[in-house]
């Protein structure tokens, strides 16, 4: 079957992670998303962010990030408290060999001059808690790439919504539901692009499927027809930022991500040249997020930390005095073309029809901080029942 789809199928040559999977469902049946996301974006070699030929960020890559929009969102971030002490070291959490290349070259200069170790790891866990250093962690845009689940309510508990070659007679599993009003959100518009694979539905729970289903509260009592898509890894790493930040020295942590304060079921994509593909076009070869469920980080970390927010990015910009600054930048720019670009680059942040409100934003510190500016003054719309 794999020989004959690679070579004999309407789609086009397959990417190399896509022959991959193709082997995988020979040996033993439909896979996972969660086995597809690090296929597609991890695999050692083959993987999205693993390929030095990708240009995975900024205007030749396949999307652009705050910090790269406008150097004031780096410096709104400085003026917190706790980021005015003492640099010892830093920790990144890169798996990507590319990228740590990449981000060895930006900080060498600066770890030169201000005389601090510079460490990476695989995963937060990785990182050893210091009892006397305090710690301030900064997860931007990072859960939004964990590999996720995909898991639906039928009459017999969580059964899991699995990935299939589409072209395949012999997969004979049932499709998930295609009652989209039983969904808690809708699917993004996608540019229709033809695809060799498609969502079919496990015959019966799987264990991860059942053992995803547990995971909230919120989630027990959600009828039929339900999607979910669950981070078992989005909730591990949420647990080791907890633990970071829970030792004697405190600390404090800030995840700025887009998403909600409650579970998704159909907000997986891909992009491709700052374009929203079809989820499944050329694996390997597309960057694939999903909305990042904030109220499940919350959940993960509730016993180690106190949790604040999430707020909107526009809102914790706003209230950290992004407009202050952007207006002493315009004072002192030395040309007309500069002014425009610092404008631009604020009104982008903060706008309430794109990133402002797209972005959310949540706290974390030490157990005992009932009051944590900004959060204490914001109530926006990132708080939103399941």
Known sequence: MCARMISGDSFGPPTDVEKIMLDSVKATGPISFSTFMQLSLGHPTHGYYMKPEHAV??????FITSPEISQMFGEVLKQLPAARGKLKSI?????????????????????????????????????????????MLVAHEFFDALPVNVIERTQQGWNEV?????SDPSIRYTMPSSD????????????????RWTRVLSPTPTASSTLLGLASPRFFSLPVGTRLE???????????????????????ALVVDYGADRAFGDSLRAFKKH????????????????????????????????????????????????EIRAAALMRSASSLERKKAIEDGASRLIDPCGMGEQYK?????????DEIWPFAVTQDSAQQPI
């Not at 989209?180 to 695809?195: A, E, F, I, M, R």
């Not at 999903?290 to 809102?315: C, W, Y």
């Not at 934003?361 to 901080?369: D, I, Q």
């Open 57 to 62: 960020f900024g205007t030749q890559g396949d």
């Open 91 to 135: 920790h990144l959490v890169e798996s990507s060999a590319t990228m740590r290349a990449l981000q060895e070259g930006k900080l060498r200069k600066a770890s030169q001059e201000g005389n601090f170790q510079i460490m990476w790891h695989d995963a937060i866990e990785e990182i050893e808690p210091e009892e006397d250093v305090f710690t």
């Open 162 to 166: 699995l990935i299939a070659p589409s």
């Open 180 to 195: 989209s009003s039983q969904n808690l959100d809708s699917p993004p518009k996608l540019h229709d692009t033809p695809s």
């Open 230 to 252: 669950v981070s078992r890894a989005s909730m591990n790493q949420a647990r080791g930022i907890g633990k970071l930040i829970n030792t004697k020295g405190g600390g404090c």
């Open 275 to 322: 374009k929203i593909v079809d989820i499944f076009c050329s694996p390997g070869e597309c960057d694939i997020t999903t909305n990042v469920d904030f109220a499940l980080l919350k959940e993960s970390m509730a016993d180690l930390v106190s949790t604040h927010g999430p707020i909107s990015q526009r809102n914790f910009l706003t209230c950290m005095g992004i």
């Open 361 to 369: 934003v949540l706290g974390a510190v030490a157990k005992g901080r």
